[in-house]
């Protein structure tokens, strides 16, 4: 008996973010500041089964990441690959890294933290464990995981 499989439409120029965990694309996307009319074509594919299991997809056209977007993709997708394509062609795939410092990207959930007060103090982590992700302010020692990194992304 033959499958059927409902084909996405290819983007022509922009980015596919794939391997993301299951449920977390719309996350994603507001990490990105990506909400109502973005202008261009947006494909969110959700629950999508792989040979490793399920994961989301998020396919943006005419759309770049910066290195700053990269890690705070990173922080709630740590197996993610972005994917640059060109003329339908993907001409580089990236995975993203963990990085071991996360500087000005999230804001620390202590609100005696310092940072979180009138100083110009920028927020700076210093990343304890990638699976699970744990990151550690280096102000106030307030530990962060999970939901409350995705909640306090800058």
């Not at 449920?23 to 202008?39: F, R, S, T, W």
């Not at 089964?49 to 990173?74: F, P, Q, T």
């Not at 197996?79 to 580089?92: L, M, Q, S």
């Amino acid at each position: 008996m033959e499958e059927k499989v409902l084909k996405v439409q290819k983007i022509k120029n922009g980015i596919v973010i794939d391997h993301i965990p299951c449920g977390m694309a719309l996350k994603v996307l507001k990490i990105l500041g990506i909400e109502g009319d973005v202008g261009s074509t947006l494909t969110i594919a959700m629950h999508v089964k792989s040979k490793h299991g399920w994961k989301d997809i998020v396919k943006i056209e005419d759309r770049y990441l910066d290195d700053r977007e990269i890690d705070k993709i990173a922080l709630i997708a740590p197996n993610a690959t972005v994917n640059v394509v060109e003329d339908y062609k993907v001409i580089r795939k990236h995975r993203v890294k963990v990085p071991e410092i996360v500087k000005g990207i999230v804001k620390c959930m202590n609100p005696r933290c310092i940072t979180n007060q009138r100083e110009p103090i920028e927020p700076e982590f210093k990343t304890i464990s990638i699976e699970p992700i744990v990151i550690k302010c280096k102000y106030c020692g307030r530990e962060m995981s999970g939901e409350d990194i995705v909640e306090n992304i800058i």
